[in-house]
Nanobody, 124 residues
């Protein structure tokens, strides 16, 4: 069983930056593809970004391309989401998730383990 804990959320003004971290414990982190999702009030959870177990390939939702960067450190068992040029529409609870290597990363149901989320609020 893998436990995931997100951190780094907060409140920023539009145009600002935040870096989210997600640290894993209780399993072999490097075996899993890792994803970031977000959920705004009254909306469904949506895919934001993901990175393969090796760190070789990253994927992004169209809405965040060029502004967000996902990376991972398999020694520190941590995945990161660097968020730049934040917009009010980025306001949401951000979740990290772990799933089997090689899966379709955009689909929530493919992920085995989820963190509890961290709030990101962007004011205009």
């Amino acid at each position: 069983q893998v436990q995931l804990v997100e951190s780094g959320g907060g409140s920023v003004q539009a145009g600002g930056s935040l870096t989210l971290s997600c640290t894993a414990s209780g399993g072999t982190f490097s075996r899993y593809d890792m994803g970031w999702f977000r959920q705004a009030p009254g909306q469904e959870r949506e895919f934001v970004a993901a990175i393969r177990w090796s760190g070789s390939t990253a994927y992004y939702a169209d809405s965040v391309k060029g502004r967000l960067t996902v990376s991972r450190d398999n020694v520190k068992n941590t995945v990161y989401l660097q968020m730049n040029t934040l917009k009010p529409e980025d306001t949401a609870v951000y979740y990290c998730a772990a799933g089997p290597a090689g899966m379709t990363v955009t689909q929530t149901y493919r992920y085995f383990f989820w963190g509890r989320g961290t709030q990101v609020t962007v004011s205009s």
